[in-house]
């Protein structure tokens, strides 16, 4: 069946500009997290949801990163102005259940530039 | 969540068993071990999971000391295409870290033919 896919694989943008991840999970799973991974580190957990909530956003580093899930499915990273130091892969994984599921789901990442 | 000490790098021929240790040396009595892996350019995956003693599976074995404070992977016959980044993760995700994973700077392992 399908993984996780996430688009776009590649975004470049301008310091100040607004940008949007999306991250399909496989169907059927309830849980969606997002993290950042820097060159030459793990990955960082930024956000956690469990269906349509945010159940742990303790991980977004300022106001200017938001993420929503509205019907329960797709998700959608959003980032207001971004910074030079916004630049990372974006990963999004999902899992099928909630606070159990130590197997998570990785998609392929989104490489975001910010020049 | 314990906090995980792993080498940064290791390498290894075609065809021989690698073994990566990982210390965490607060692991709680509820911690899991969880080990994954990740290529260049793609998100990490899991490999293998275990509590105690030794967990096998077709891709790899776990080895879990008593004490429980340190855990080593175990890859056979490695080849070129287990030339990876190796993480070990220790948590329960059963509770109050409502399952989100908290990854180190990982094992680069680099495999020469």
């Known amino acids: 069946g399908a993984g996780v896919s996430q688009t776009p694989s590649n975004k470049v943008t301008e310091k100040g500009k607004y940008v949007e991840l999306r991250c399909d999970p496989i169907s059927g799973h309830t849980a969606l997290y997002w993290y950042r991974q820097s060159l030459g580190q793990g990955p960082e957990f930024l956000i956690y949801?469990?269906?349509?909530?945010?159940?742990?956003d303790s991980g977004l580093p300022n106001d200017r990163f938001f993420a929503v899930r509205p019907e329960g499915s797709v998700s959608t990273l959003k980032i207001q102005r971004t910074e030079r130091g916004d630049s990372a892969v974006y990963l999004c994984?999902?899992?099928?259940?909630?606070?159990?599921?130590?197997?998570?789901?990785f998609g392929p990442g989104t490489r975001l530039t910010v020049l | 969540l314990a906090k995980t000490t792993q080498p940064i790098s290791m390498d290894s021929y075609e065809g021989q068993e690698v073994n990566i240790t990982c210390s965490h040396n607060?692991?709680?009595?509820?911690?899991?071990i969880t080990w994954y892996q990740q290529f260049p350019s793609q998100g990490p995956r899991f490999i293998i999971q275990?509590?105690?003693t030794k967990v096998t599976n077709e891709v790899a074995s776990l080895f879990i000391p008593a004490d429980r404070k340190s855990s080593t992977l175990s890859l056979p016959r490695v080849s070129l295409s287990d030339t990876a980044v190796y993480y070990c993760l220790v948590g329960d995700g059963r509770g109050s870290t409502l399952g989100r994973l908290y990854f180190g700077r990982g094992t680069q392992l680099t495999v020469w033919p």
């Open positions: 607060n692991i709680a009595t509820n911690d899991y």
């Open positions: 949801f469990q269906g349509t909530g945010a159940a742990d």
């Open positions: 994984a999902s899992s099928r259940g909630s606070s159990g599921e130590m197997e998570q789901f």
């Open positions: 275990g509590y105690k």
